[in-house]
């Protein structure tokens, strides 16, 4: 079946980038996702990307997408300790269900 | 692992009843759970977390009194959609955390369709 991986923890220094990896299997993936999780809150969108694209920026966040791997990232510009929360990412094939990564937590250090 | 269940898995329903759709966790308590709506082509939205004991945390735009949600034990919430409308028609998940590092346990989802 598809599957998600995602390596568990990063530590960043505040106000460095953060890039954060995540690797799929469903090659027929239509979207790809990241989530942030704030301790204690559910699962918010942070951003996301159709399968034809290769890079999307909003603001602080950069996705890429390498489709030939099957590898996503994101990257964070100017860590903040506010930032610092769990990461999942996602994919979907438009009409089946979602399938999510273990989640990355980020620890961003003053 | 930690399973989490919702029943029922798809749902018909005409315009103006309620239904209500059942999360539960299966081997595993759970005090808080999350329930999340997915409309066509788009992502996953959370709607509301969901407290054992308490009232339930709406997200904005999230209309409480439409979406009414029960978390009466460590393991079921329920989510039940009143007087339900074809805009109404989505697929809807919960999740609950689980104990581990990063745990995140998603039910199988419930497809709703409002005639």
């Known amino acids: 079946g598809e599957d998600v991986e995602q390596s568990l923890f990063l530590s960043v220094r505040e106000g460095d980038s953060s890039v954060i990896n995540c690797t799929y299997t469903?090659?027929?993936?239509?979207?790809l996702y990241w989530y942030k999780q704030e301790p204690g809150a559910g699962l918010q969108l942070l951003t996301y990307i159709f399968s034809n694209m290769d890079m999307k920026q909003d603001q602080r966040l950069t996705v890429l997408l390498n489709k030939k791997d099957k590898h996503l990232s994101l990257r964070i510009a100017d860590t903040q300790t506010g930032d610092s929360a769990i990461y999942f990412c996602a994919e979907n094939n438009y009409g089946q269900n979602f399938v999510f990564g273990p989640g990355t937590r980020l620890s961003v250090l003053p | 692992g930690a399973v989490v269940s919702q029943h029922p898995s798809r749902v018909i329903c005409k315009s103006g009843t309620s239904v209500k759709i059942e999360c539960r966790s299966l081997?595993?308590?759970?005090?808080?759970m999350f329930w999340y709506r997915q409309f066509p082509k788009q992502s996953l939205m959370l709607m509301a977390t969901?407290?054992?004991?308490?009232?339930?945390?709406?997200e904005q735009g999230v209309e409480k009194d439409k979406f009414l949600i029960n978390h009466a034990s460590l393991t079921l919430s329920t989510l039940t959609v009143t007087s339900a409308h074809p805009e109404d028609s989505s697929f809807y998940i919960c999740?609950?955390?689980?104990?581990?590092?990063?745990?995140?346990?998603f039910g199988p989802g419930t497809r709703l369709t409002v005639l």
């Open positions: 999740s609950a955390p689980g104990q581990g590092v990063n745990e995140q346990f």
């Open positions: 081997d595993f308590q759970a005090t808080t």
């Open positions: 469903d090659s027929s993936s239509t979207y």
């Open positions: 969901s407290n054992e004991g308490s009232k339930a945390t709406y």
